[in-house]
């Protein structure tokens, strides 16, 4: 059964670092993408990063640019998402998701079937 298990949330004040980790089981990984996703207090889920465990290719939110990096291991079947510089507009519960296998790296919640339980992120001095 697939399944997907985020953790490394917390506080962090503004200006800090978290690396957030995705760990997957159930499925053939390489055929699969793996995207990051977040849902703030009171906004809808918007899409953060996603990567391709094929190919390694990535896609990045504008909001999210230069300061995260998605990144995977594929041996250890984990994606992880190092977010640095941060600003309490970040903070937020994050998800990973997958849309499943044979799938392209959208940034789009509605195109995701899979999800995580999620873990929170609290931006803030």
């Known amino acids: 059964q697939l399944q997907l298990v985020e953790s490394g949330g917390g506080l962090v004040q503004p200006g800090g670092s978290l690396r957030l980790s995705c760990s997957a089981s159930?499925?053939?990984?390489?055929?699969?993408?793996i995207g990051w996703f977040r849902q703030a207090p009171g906004k809808e889920r918007e899409g953060v990063s996603c990567?391709?465990?094929?190919?390694?290719?990535?896609n990045y939110a504008d909001s999210v640019k230069g300061r995260f990096t998605i990144s995977r291991d594929n041996a250890k079947n984990t994606v992880y998402l190092q977010m640095n510089n941060l600003e309490p507009e970040d903070t937020a519960v994050y998800y990973c998701a997958t849309p499943g296998p044979f799938r392209p790296c959208v940034l789009y919640p509605s195109g995701m079937n899979y999800w995580g339980k999620g873990t929170l992120v609290t931006v803030s001095s």
């Open positions: 159930g499925f053939t990984l390489n055929v699969y993408v």
């Open positions: 990567i391709s465990l094929n190919d390694g290719s990535t």
